[in-house]
Structure formats: structure tokens, C-alpha cells
């Protein structure tokens, strides 16, 4: 079954830029989506379609994909960043098959 | 605003049934196909099952399939998981989601499941 690997955690410093990477086969074909998952909560969609934002999504979350892997890119972390991020896409059999990334931690501290 | 509100989580013995309710609100229900996503105590997202917008076209996880199944009732803005032969590592949190362009959009808070004898 396809997969979809993300880094398990990622560290940033208030203020710093964290990037979080998402490797699949058929990310050169098909697009990527973001997930912030805070503590005790749903998630919510933070970059479509690789690099749009959705409306209310702070500017600093931006994502971008090149080849087998995307990025997503949160410029000047801020504390209430922190979260889970997972990324979202489908295989290239086109037989609906849609998965989640193995999610990364992000702690800002 | 768009809500979503996940019900008839309870805890179930290992092989018994259930079926998950989730109440749209807020959009066009029918303009919309829709997704249930689980997540096991503790874990990441595991996407379970797509409908169209008609019902007409439904997609599994192939760790699902031919144990749920998914329905829509477009008169009753309500979306349900039909949930079979249930297995202790079916214990999750059960989200529904809205649907753009095959991606979840927005999400409900989710019902818990438990499959425990």
C-alpha cells in the first residue's frame, strides 16, 4: 500500500523557520495537503493543492513540492504552533486510494 | 459556518456492530462528497472511506473494506458508517469531514469507538 513518510519531530525556536518534509512516489503527480492537529483537537487544513492557503490560514505556513517530496514551511514559528502536521495525498492507480502522513511533532520552544 | 457532529460511538464487544452518524450543517450537503477518517488512541490519521456527492461512487481502506460501509442521506443532511465484524484495532476516534477535490476541508470533533470485550 502506498505510504506517505514524514519525520517524526521537528524543533524550531520562536521566530525561526521550521520545515517539515513529505516523501511519497507519486507526490510528482499528484498534490499534497497539510494538517495541524493541536492537542485535543480536529484538524485543520492549513496548505491545499501543495502551496495554497486556505482563507484565515496565517501567512507564515506555506508549502511547496518538488519531485517525491513536499514541504511544508512555517516562517517565524510561533508558540501556538505547536502541533502535530501531517500531509494527505493519493497514489497514482487512481483507485481512490488516499492516505495520511506518519505525522511530525513540532515543538516550539 | 460549516458544522459537523460525529455521533453513536460507544463500546462494543470484538465482532458486533455499529453505525456512526455524522449531521451536516452550514452548506449545501449534496454539492459535497464526504470522508471518515479514524485516529487509534495515541496514533496519526488513517483515512477509512469516500462517498460521492450522490452516493452513487464509495472507496475503502483496504483495512476496512468489506467490513464498513459507508451511506448518505442528502434529505437528512447525515452521513453514516455502517461497521461490521468489528476488531480491537478498530478502537479510534472517528472523524467525518467534508470533501474538496478529494481532500477532508472541515472536520467534525469526532466519536469514540471502542472495541473491547
Known amino acids: 500500500s502506498y505510504e506517505l513518510t514524514q519525520p517524526p519531530s521537528v524543533s524550531v525556536s520562536p521566530g525561526q523557520t521550521a520545515r517539515i518534509t513529505c516523501s511519497g512516489d507519486a507526490l510528482p503527480k499528484k498534490y499534497a495537503y497539510w494538517y495541524q492537529q493541536k492537542s485535543g483537537q480536529a484538524p485543520v487544513l492549513v496548505i491545499y493543492?501543495?502551496?495554497k492557503r486556505p482563507s484565515g490560514i496565517p501567512e507564515r505556513f506555506s508549502g511547496s513540492s518538488s519531485g517525491t517530496m513536499a514541504t511544508l514551511t512555517i516562517s517565524g514559528a510561533q508558540v501556538e504552533d505547536e502541533a502535530d502536521y501531517y500531509c494527505y495525498s493519493t497514489d497514482s492507480s487512481g483507485n481512490h486510494s488516499y492516505v495520511f502522513g506518519t505525522g511530525t511533532k513540532v515543538t516550539v520552544l | 459556518e460549516v458544522q459537523l457532529v460525529e455521533s453513536g460511538g460507544v463500546v462494543v464487544q470484538p465482532g458486533g456492530s455499529l453505525r456512526l452518524s455524522c449531521a451536516a450543517s452550514?452548506?449545501?450537503?449534496?454539492?459535497?462528497?464526504m470522508h471518515w477518517v479514524r485516529q487509534a488512541p495515541g496514533k496519526g490519521l488513517e483515512w477509512v472511506s469516500l462517498?460521492?456527492?450522490?452516493?452513487?461512487?464509495?472507496y475503502y481502506a483496504d483495512s476496512v473494506k468489506g467490513r464498513f460501509t459507508i451511506s448518505r442521506d442528502n434529505s437528512k443532511n447525515s452521513l453514516y458508517l455502517q461497521m461490521n465484524s468489528l476488531r480491537a484495532e478498530d478502537t479510534a476516534l472517528y472523524y467525518c469531514a467534508r470533501s474538496a477535490a478529494g481532500s477532508p476541508d472541515y472536520w467534525g470533533q469526532g466519536t469514540l469507538v471502542t472495541v473491547s470485550s
Open positions: 493543492e501543495d502551496s
Open positions: 452550514g452548506f449545501t450537503f449534496d454539492d459535497y462528497a
Open positions: 462517498i460521492s456527492w450522490d452516493g452513487g461512487s464509495t
